[in-house]
């Protein structure tokens, strides 16, 4: 019994990383109607430029992650002058693929100016196993992955406030339904995308901290976005508690299939048992468990 319990919480930790990633794509979806392919890539972005702050220029952790949030609000700036504001009112597939060149020059200009080597990411979060968990229960957690979860449930906290109590956060979820009424009732769309973008930058950065702080800053840190699409998928692309949920029933579900369905069909379940799951469910619920039900009237 212990080990299935800690098979369901090491799942729960997992799955609240992936949540971390699948959040920044809710900011934006539910903000812009904008599937952003480039949000993985912004949190290796983000990472890079946190440590290459720190290991070129000296800077102490407070100061590299200040400056780190600092470029990345820039970053949302210059995204939405040079990319965004030619693209209001264009098709999404239009937007999705804007998106899917970002990504590419963001890679691209991460690797010229850091470096593509593997960097050690060390901000003094706890590593190893909590002390705690195995004294008490005999159950091996890791802190990093209980300090993403406390993470995480501040940052769905803020972000649930921000955008159903705030005139900004109301003005965020006009946009997203209709650009031209927006515009038509005096809601400037450049600075909502600014603001969206920035606070979408900074959750990347979260992201990239935990993935980081876990394996190391590489360039494959970019594909964990492709862990985040099925999280999306059950959660919904428009909650974000729907994005911890989802990435918490994504988490648990592989491990336990991957301990106890494995060994019968010969390993390697976690690959490929998000996107299965994700399936079945855009069959019987595509707006996902907390999506809004899309109503189309022609």
């Known amino acids: ?17 992936y949540s971390l990633v699948a959040l920044g794509f809710v900011l934006i979806f539910k903000a812009s109607g904008i599937f952003n392919f480039a949000q993985g890539v912004m949190a ?22 200040a400056g780190t949030i600092v470029v990345m609000i820039a970053l949302a700036w210059v995204i939405e002058r040079a990319m965004l504001r030619h693209l209001i009112n264009q098709e999404p597939i239009i937007l999705f693929m804007a998106t899917i060149g970002l990504a590419y020059v963001l890679e691209g200009l991460g690797d010229i100016l850091w470096g593509s080597d593997v960097k050690l990411l060390d901000l003094g979060i706890p590593q190893g196993a909590s002390d705690w968990m195995l004294d008490n229960f005999d159950i091996y957690i890791e802190k990093l ?3 993403a979860a406390a993470t995480a449930a501040i940052m769905v906290t803020i972000l649930a406030i921000f955008f159903q109590k705030t005139s900004t956060g109301r003005a965020l979820r006009a946009v997203a339904d209709d650009h031209q009424a927006a515009l038509s009732v005096g809601i400037s769309l450049h600075t909502i ?9 900074i959750v990347a950065l979260v992201a990239g901290i935990m993935w980081g702080s876990k394996s190391g800053v590489q360039f494959s840190l970019s594909l964990i976005a492709l862990k985040a699409l099925p999280v999306l998928i059950l ?3 428009t909650s974000v508690p729907g994005a911890i949920i989802g990435g918490m029933i994504i988490g648990v579900g592989e491990k336990v299939a991957e301990v106890y369905l494995g060994p019968f ?3 390697a379940i976690e690959n490929w048992f998000a996107y ?13 468990l907390f999506g809004e039900k899309i109503i189309e009237r022609v």
Do not use: Y
Request: net charge negative; charged share 5%; proline share 3%.
């Open 1 to 17: 019994m212990i080990f299935f319990i800690e098979v369901v919480l090491s799942g729960l930790m997992a799955g609240v990383m």
């Open 265 to 267: 069909v010969g390993g």
């Open 235 to 237: 959660g919904g692309f």
């Open 44 to 65: 290796l972005f983000a990472a890079l430029t946190l440590v290459g702050f720190m290991e070129k220029f000296g800077m102490p952790v407070w100061l590299a992650i």
């Open 276 to 288: 299965m799951l994700a399936l079945a469910f855009l069959l019987f619920r595509p707006q996902g």
């Open 193 to 201: 995308w600014v603001i969206v973008w920035s606070v979408s930058g």
């Open 145 to 147: 992955e209980i300090f």
